[in-house]
């Protein structure tokens, strides 16, 4: 404690009934202060003053020392049943006594890894033919014309992919392995010639979109070229899929689930859309005319909408999204497909249902300044987690009878009025996206959180951390293929190793990692 803080020595002698009662609201005041203190701490995410126990090794007292909690006995499994053994090498004791009998082999199991360059010289014959033309033996498929064989670029691409490892790191581990190759030629094998894997990872999300029940979905930042930028992940137990873009609007939104489609429709859907928006009545009419209409590109849209004298910002922005969504209808997205986000305006389209981690942040980080209001916000949090779990349980098994009950329950915790202004202002909040939050009554096939896509897009901010931001296009669309597929490979529970050797080597071992989603989709794993 500071000298300032500290309260002096006063004889007891001279400790009158006035004197200790002002003691006693100093040393009040000095635990409010030092709450405070802590309060402020936590609020710029800095540490409170730590909360130091009393050493156990003072004194004797057996009643003091800590119980040992009993594990319990696991039984162990042998970690090389399934292993694969590729040398068997017999050993024979040096001197063997006479009259000894064999009685079979004492197996000792030994993992290693063979690391170091492996240099390969194809002689290719070279014949002339009387034509004068010449014939030269063709190299194996997997070579392609490149001088790195499939195991230096499936461990390029699994090092700065798969493990966040920087290109000079990457540069220095081959040349200490012995292998000769540059900084440029380590980029082209990051970048160049990877039409196969964003082909394979576009497919993810057009399957996802067409069977699955829910997708979560999120953003970050992703700058580029020096500008900032987004990066939209979709997906959920089975795929995830990363897009980085210049916005993270609603219209990009809307864009991405058009898959590989570019066109506009005006549909039924797109229509009602615009009138739900109250895109003005005359122009809606002007629009309602054309029903049925496709137009193929963005540039033809937005020159069909100036023809209609439809110029202005936001019912641009509205006549655009009805469109998207009418586009997004026609390829056949489902109709039953709910999306689940953290409250973000720009994913609160069709089938919507909110995170309650995330709407319950907005009583975590209310602070109340006496017992009272502390008092009523513990009881507030204890409530909504304890109708949470009542909400997992409905989940596991739904039963028609407690959905009144649980509705009812929603209502009596989120429409109290506590006398604590803010407090009451954030359940009037969360009051109103109650049709959001409790879409799973209807819908228990769904997640009550969101915190699977939260998962996902660490993977993407780890290597924004470490690599930064992107610089060329090809980076860019690079970066979201592998994120996707690494992450796609780990739910798939497929080796992003073996997956990256099977893809550059041509063997298809695996099919497409749509068609493994798609059937683990329809037959989920037990």
Request: aromatic share 8%; glycine share 6%.
């Amino acid at each position: 404690m500071s000298p300032i803080n500290r309260i002096p020595k006063i004889p007891e002698d001279e400790v009158s009934p006035i004197v200790a009662e002002l003691i006693e609201i100093i040393h009040l005041q000095m635990e409010e202060i030092q709450l405070l203190r802590d309060e402020i701490a936590r609020l710029k995410n800095q540490k409170p003053k730590p909360n130091i126990k009393p050493s156990r090794l003072e004194g004797n007292d057996r009643s003091n020392k800590v119980k040992k909690k009993v594990r319990k006995k696991r039984t162990k499994k042998s970690k090389t049943q399934k292993m694969e053994i590729h040398e068997t090498i017999p050993i024979h004791p040096d001197s063997i006594p006479s009259g000894s009998k064999f009685k079979g082999y004492q197996e000792f199991i030994v993992q290693d890894l063979i690391i170091g360059n492996w240099n390969t010289c194809y002689r290719r014959g070279r014949w002339q033919k009387p034509s004068g033309d010449y014939v030269v033996g063709q190299l194996p498929e997997d070579i392609s014309g490149s001088h790195f064989g499939s195991t230096i670029r499936a461990f390029i691409l699994y090092q700065y992919y798969g493990c966040h490892v920087t290109q000079p790191l990457i540069k220095e581990q081959l040349h200490e392995m012995g292998a000769s190759i540059s900084t440029g030629q380590i980029n082209n094998i990051i970048i160049n010639d990877k039409d196969r894997f964003h082909d394979e990872k576009d497919q993810l999300l057009s399957t996802g979109l067409k069977i699955s029940g829910y997708i979560n979905v999120d953003d970050t930042g992703a700058r580029h070229d020096g500008k900032n930028g987004y990066c939209t992940h979709i997906g959920n137990e089975y795929f995830a899929w990363f897009k980085s873009t210049d916005s993270k609007s609603r219209i990009n939104f809307l864009s991405l689930l058009r898959c590989e489609h570019t066109d506009f429709v005006l549909n039924e859907q797109a229509l009602a859309y615009m009138k739900e928006q109250k895109l003005p009545g005359y122009q809606l009419l002007k629009l309602m005319s054309h029903t049925g209409k496709i137009i193929k590109t963005e540039k033809q849209w937005f020159n069909f909408l100036k023809r209609f004298k439809i110029t202005g910002a936001r019912h641009k922005r509205i006549a655009t999204e009805g469109a998207l969504i009418g586009s997004i209808t026609h390829h056949g997205f489902n109709p039953g497909l709910a999306i689940i986000s953290d409250d973000a305006g720009q994913f609160k389209v069709f089938l919507h249902a909110l995170c309650w981690v995330h709407a319950e942040r907005s009583i975590a980080t209310l602070i109340g300044f006496n017992d009272h209001q502390k008092e009523l916000l513990e009881n507030i949090k204890t409530d909504i987690w304890n109708y949470y779990n009542d909400l997992k349980e409905y989940r596991l098994k739904p039963d028609e009878s407690q959905k009144e009950t649980l509705e009812e329950q929603f209502n009596e915790i989120f429409t109290r009025k506590t006398g604590f202004a803010s407090l009451d202002k954030a359940l009037k909040r969360i009051y109103q996206n109650k049709s959001e939050l409790l879409l799973v009554l209807d819908r228990p096939d769904i997640s009550l959180h969101n915190n699977l896509s939260e998962g996902d897009i660490r993977e993407y901010v780890k290597k924004r951390k470490i690599s930064g931001s992107t610089r060329s296009n090809l980076g860019k669309r690079c970066r979201d293929t592998f994120t996707s597929l690494k992450k796609t490979c780990r739910k798939l529970d497929i080796s992003f190793w073996s997956f990256l050797k099977d893809r550059i080597e041509c063997r298809n071992n695996y099919p497409p990692l749509a068609e493994i989603v798609k059937t683990q989709m329809t037959c989920p794993r037990a």
